[in-house]
Each structure stands twice: as C-alpha cells, then as structure tokens.
C-alpha cells in the first residue's frame, strides 16, 4: 500500500460505497467507508484522513454539514462532495462551504484520479510548506489589508474552487493568481495566464479550446487550446469582462462539465483545470447591463479576493519602495541609490492610480535618471506626469482655441500618449491602465491616426 494516509468514503448507499472503495484502493490507497454523518465524524476521531469523499445527500444530515464539520475540527484535510450530475448549485455551495473540490455521478476513473492525486500532493505540500520558499515571487506590504490577501492566498491554495480576483489595473491581481498556483496542489503543473481581451473574437474558440485539422481554413493540423496547456495547472483568464458573450456560454459549459470539445472535433475531451479570473472591472455592473452571463459570474466567482489599492494602503508604500528598488537594481546589476529624504515623502504621498505596477515604472524610470547615487524628487517625475503632458481637466474647449470634437480628440490622444509613455509602450498595459479592452484600445488608436507612431 502506499504511504498516502487512507481515504474515508462517505455515502448510505452501499453500491457507490462499495465502488469507490475498490477504485481508490485500485489506485494503491486504503479507503475506510461510513455511511452516514455520524458514523464519518466518529471514523475521523480514530482515523488518520488524507481525503475525504462525502456525497450530498445523508440520512443524518448534508455533505454540506460534513464539509463544515471538518472545516472546523480538521481544517487541513480535504474534502470533496459527490453531487448528482447538473446540480451546479450544490457544487458551488460545497466549495464556497470549503470543499477541496467536487465529483459528478456516475463517477469514473478518469474524475477520480486527478482528484486523489491532487489531495496526495496537498498532503506531501503541507509538509513541505513551512520550511520552504516557493520561488522569487512575493506580496510586499504588511498592512492590514495585505495581511488579509496574504491569509486569503494561503486557503485558497488548499482549494479547487474557482477564484475571481477583483482589484484595480497593477493592483497584483496576477501576482496573486501566480501564487495560489504555487502554492497548490497544482504547483508541479503549468500556469497559464491568457488576456481575453487580446485574443482576435474569431479566434477565441480554437484558441480556448484547439481546433481539429480542416475545422476552417487555415486550419492545417490539429492544434490543443489553452485549456490542454494548462491540464493539471491553473488556467488564469485576464481580463474576463472582455469575453464576448457567445465565448461566455461556451466557457461556461466548459468549466461545468470540466469537458472541452476543440473546434471541428466530434469528441468531448475531459481537463483538469482550475480557472482563476480577474479584471478591473465591475462584473456585477457588468451582468446587470446584460453584458456578462449571470450563470458564467457565479459560476467564476465562488470565491472572490479583492486587492486593494496601494493608495488605501500607503503605510506599504516605503517597504515596497525598498524591495521594488533592490529588485530592479539586482537585474541590472547595479548597486541601490539612496533615497532623498523628499523623495521618500513625495512617493509616500501619490495617490498611484495605476497603483503597485505605476510605482514600479516610476521608479524604474528614476533609476535611469537618477546620477547613480542618490534618487531625488526631479528623477521621480510624479508632478510632470500629472501637469505638463494632459491638458488641465478644467480648462474649456475654448481656452485652447479648438472646437469641441477636436479638443475631445486632443484629450483622448494625449490620454492614450500618456499611458503608452507610463508603461514603455506596451499596448496592453496601456490599455489596463485607461481601462478599455485591448481591443477598444487598438481601435482607437487606428481611429485617432496613432497606429503608426506607436508600433
Ligand atoms: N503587493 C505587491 N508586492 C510586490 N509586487 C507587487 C505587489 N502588487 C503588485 N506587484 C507587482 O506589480 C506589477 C503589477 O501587478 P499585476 O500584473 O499582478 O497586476 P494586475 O492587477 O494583474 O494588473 P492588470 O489589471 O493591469 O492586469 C507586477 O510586476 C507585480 O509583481
């Protein structure tokens, strides 16, 4: 038998039971079995768990109860609900209530193994986990709000559940993303980050989800999507409000049945993928408006982590400073300037619109002004960004003797100008950062004539 502490099966039906049992201890693991909610409370008292697997429905009580039972009394074991095949709902609510993840009878072997297999490494992780560091990647800060973040991270990472992290453009959305990947039982798969606003609209479905060889033209060979890269990784869906409303039914299908069919193909394919979303913008205005599938929200955001925004977090902004500087500085290889004292001030006292990502571009920016030594207030540039380049947001059309379309268009173009120059002309910075999609951002940019200057 392996050295996987055993499984504990619950469900009043002896058949499933039965089958379960056999199957995992098909697979090498020792499984015990209770029947109802008492019994698998008593079992887990004497027993020594390393998953468990509860259906919905007991006679003494709910799946429900037993996830919140073992939340409570053995919060590092993990716990995955059985639920009957389309109730969505149950699945959400087990995995809101802190299930590890979900099975959908008629259960095969093919749902089973990745499942165990995860739980296996969540074990062998928790082990691991406090002695080791996952790598260079970190959340700077020590407010209260990023303690919070911080402390979200680490449960999210002992869960399957879909995770939608809200927060403003640069806030670390993707940082955190990256982390609960790293910290999770998937941490030995891939992580794949996809901006859904960047991706051509008549693309999207091959590119989610591959295509079969002929399946249009162009199509020359069979060719897997997103969703085959990330198998038994995390699947991160940037920028999720700019999917296109025909993309959201079908991701929706997909992340239900945990089934992909590529373009042109007759087979569904099973994948193991865990989505995590985000963007900037207000998905539940968003689905209020009709623009986003109320069924695809909920189903996106069982769990929501919000990050803050460094301007609520200024108390952070000295220690990042800190970090942010060694780190520029050890990737060019170059010793660290110091400070002036009104610098420090200066930078403590932005409000960041563009939050964690506009400091690090204001001070990669001084870093290369700056006389080697010493960064001062001049090398920061914070007051010239705000004043020399846009035209003041009071001052009239008239005041700079334009009619009113071509003043507007004078804005809009310093605006997008701007923010190509804050972010060193990546596009799809620039486009987070005015909040518009990648695609809104390209069309404007052909539309005010600005295509050219900026490629
Ligand atoms: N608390 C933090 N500590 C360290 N680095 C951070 C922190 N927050 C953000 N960053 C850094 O700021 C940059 C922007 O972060 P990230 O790309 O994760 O933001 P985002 O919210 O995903 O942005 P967008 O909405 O534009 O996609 C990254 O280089 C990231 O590593």
Sequence with gaps: MSAFPACLVVDDE??????????LERMDI?????????????????????????DMRLPDGSGLDLVNRIAQDYPGLPVAVITAYGSAEN????????????????????????????ALKLSAADKANASEDTGALKLIGNSPAIQHVRSMIEKLS??????????????????????????????????????CGAIPENLMESEFFGHKKG??????????????????????LDEVADLPLAMQVKLLRAIQEKKVRMVGGTQEESVDVRIISATHKNLSVLMERGEFRQDLYYRLNVIELKLPALRDMPEDIPMLVDALLAKQCREQNRPIPTLSPEASHMLARHSFPGN???????????????????????????DQDASAHAPSARSAPEDEGLPLPDYLEHIEKTAILNALEKTQHNKTAAAK???????????????????????
Excluded: W
């Design 215 to 236: 399946a249009f033209t162009g199509a020359i060979q069979d060719k897997e999507g997103m969703f085959h890269a990330a198998k038994g990784g995390t699947l991160f």
């Design 14 to 23: 002896t058949d499933i039971r039965e089958l379960l049992v056999l199957t």
């Design 91 to 118: 699945a959400v609510s087990a995995l809101k209530a802190g299930a590890f993840d979900y099975l959908t009878k008629p259960i095969s072997l093919k749902q089973l193994r990745p499942l165990v297999q995860s």
């Design 30 to 54: 020792r499984a015990d079995s209770a029947s109802s909610l008492s019994e698998a409370m008593h079992l887990l008292k004497k027993g020594q768990y390393g998953l468990c697997l509860t």
């Design 433 to 455: 950062l005015l909040g518009v999609s990648f695609r809104t951002f390209r069309y404007r940019l052909s539309k005010l004539g600005l295509s050219k200057d900026t490629d």
């Design 356 to 382: 964690v990502r506009e400091l690090e571009n204001v001070l990669e920016r001084a870093l290369a002004l700056c006389d080697g030594n010493t960064i001062t207030v001049d090398d920061l540039l914070l």
């Design 158 to 195: 002992r869960s399957q559940a879909p995770v939608y992290i809200s927060g403003e453009s640069g806030s670390g959305k993707e940082l955190a993303a990256r982390l609960i990947h790293q910290h999770s039982s998937r941490r030995d798969g891939p992580f794949i980050a996809v901006n």
